[in-house]
């Protein structure tokens, strides 16, 4: 795996890191706002999981495969559209054959220059775990292509001046076209967000934030200065899972990703992780993943 130097784990990449390991070329240290590239005919299997620190939007164009995201595993094959979301963990891939994709992924950085001009449903797609995946009609997969591929080639032109400028435009007019797709009406209006949806999109932010020193559902309730009731209502309503399981699976998966591919000792995991002890922590493991935490390191190192 590639180490990123402004990273602590190995199994942390940003939108540079993922194209040079896709690429299979390590050499390159060019970091990059955002970046094109292509799979083709490829077969991958992953086993400890990875965390994303840009978004990527991936179009599968052929072959079939089975990844998990978040907390949910999802199908994909031709026509699927996959969101792999900033500091979102994919802890599980493999192909069932060859697989063909097309992949623009962006930066935090450039991210968050987008956003705020666009829908509130694109901070709920980011943000939610159960939207990773979307199947496209064939001429909506065209239009979604097409629209890649002029970003990529865009990407890949010589600096100018107000490069930066029309990337940043492209890709806003991607993200709109993912929107419409995701929550185009059938009369063509895109609806507004529920004050739900905004709720689930709050607390899993300030679940990213705050996991690794949080995880009472009763904390994250003030923070949105709602009931726990409440939030354990609404979270459970757009996800099927409770907050709790929401707030766990950020943990757990943290700890993956630095028990499979770092020096620190599972003490310093647990430290890290703000847990009350070493002992502690392993029971929490243990109970959430069925492996205590040494059996996974030793799992993810053969």
Same mark, same amino acid.
């Given at each position: 795996?590639?180490?990123?130097?402004?990273?602590?784990?190995?199994?942390?990449?940003?939108?540079?890191?993922?194209?040079?390991?896709?690429?299979?070329?390590?050499?390159?240290?060019?970091?990059?706002?955002?970046? !094109?590239?292509?799979?083709?005919?490829?077969?991958?299997?992953?086993?400890?999981?990875?965390?994303?620190?840009?978004?990527?939007?991936?179009?599968?164009?052929?072959?079939?495969?089975?990844?998990?995201?978040?907390?949910?595993?999802?199908?994909?094959?031709?026509?699927?559209?996959?969101?792999?979301?900033?500091?979102?963990?994919?802890?599980?891939?493999?192909?069932?054959?060859?697989?063909?994709?097309?992949?623009?992924?962006?930066?935090?950085?450039?991210?968050?220059?987008?956003?705020? =001009?666009?829908?509130?449903?694109?901070?709920?797609?980011?943000?939610?775990?159960?939207?990773?995946?979307?199947?496209?009609?064939?001429?909506?997969?065209?239009?979604?292509?097409?629209?890649?591929?002029?970003?990529? =080639?865009?990407?890949?032109?010589?600096?100018?001046?107000?490069?930066?400028?029309?990337?940043?435009?492209?890709?806003?007019?991607?993200?709109?076209?993912?929107?419409?797709?995701?929550?185009?009406?059938?009369?063509?209006?895109?609806? !507004?967000?529920?004050?739900?949806?905004?709720?689930?999109?709050?607390?899993?932010?300030?679940?990213?934030?705050?996991?690794?020193?949080?995880?009472?559902?009763?904390?994250?309730?003030?923070?949105?200065?709602?009931?726990?009731?409440?939030?354990?209502?609404?979270?459970?309503?757009?996800?099927?899972?409770?907050?709790?399981?929401?707030?766990?699976?950020?943990?757990?998966?943290?700890?993956?990703?630095?028990?499979?591919?770092?020096?620190?000792?599972?003490?310093?995991?647990?430290?890290?992780?703000?847990?009350?002890?070493?002992?502690? !922590?392993?029971?929490?493991?243990?109970?959430?993943?069925?492996?205590?935490?040494?059996?996974?390191? =030793?799992?993810?190192?053969?």
């Amino acid at each position: 795996m590639i180490n990123s130097g402004n990273t602590e784990f190995y199994h942390t990449f940003d939108i540079t890191d993922i194209a040079r390991y896709i690429k299979r070329n390590s050499d390159s240290e060019q970091r990059s706002d955002a970046v !094109f590239y292509e799979i083709d005919g490829a077969d991958y299997k992953l086993q400890a999981p990875v965390r994303l620190l840009g978004l990527t939007i991936a179009l599968c164009l052929e072959g079939e495969g089975e990844l998990s995201i978040g907390v949910k595993s999802f199908k994909c094959s031709k026509n699927s559209l996959i969101l792999l979301n900033p500091n979102q963990y994919v802890h599980s891939l493999r192909t069932f054959s060859p697989v063909k994709f097309m992949l623009i992924g962006c930066n935090v950085e450039i991210l968050q220059t987008i956003v705020p =001009k666009l829908s509130g449903f694109l901070s709920l797609m980011i943000h939610n775990p159960m939207e990773s995946v979307t199947m496209l009609t064939d001429q909506q997969t065209v239009n979604m292509k097409e629209l890649m591929k002029y970003v990529g =080639k865009k990407l890949e032109a010589p600096e100018t001046p107000i490069k930066k400028t029309k990337i940043r435009s492209l890709l806003q007019a991607l993200l709109c076209e993912i929107i419409e797709i995701h929550y185009g009406a059938a009369d063509g209006m895109v609806r !507004f967000q529920t004050r739900k949806e905004e709720i689930f999109t709050k607390f899993v932010s300030e679940v990213i934030n705050n996991f690794k020193s949080e995880r009472s559902v009763s904390f994250y309730a003030d923070r949105l200065c709602v009931t726990p009731k409440h939030l354990s209502a609404v979270v459970k309503e757009i996800t099927r899972h409770t907050a709790g399981e929401l707030i766990d699976h950020y943990v757990i998966m943290e700890a993956k990703v630095m028990l499979a591919e770092s020096s620190l000792t599972i003490q310093e995991v647990a430290n890290k992780l703000n847990f009350a002890n070493q002992s502690f !922590f392993g029971k929490y493991f243990k109970h959430l993943t069925g492996f205590s935490p040494s059996a996974f390191r =030793k799992m993810t190192s053969i």
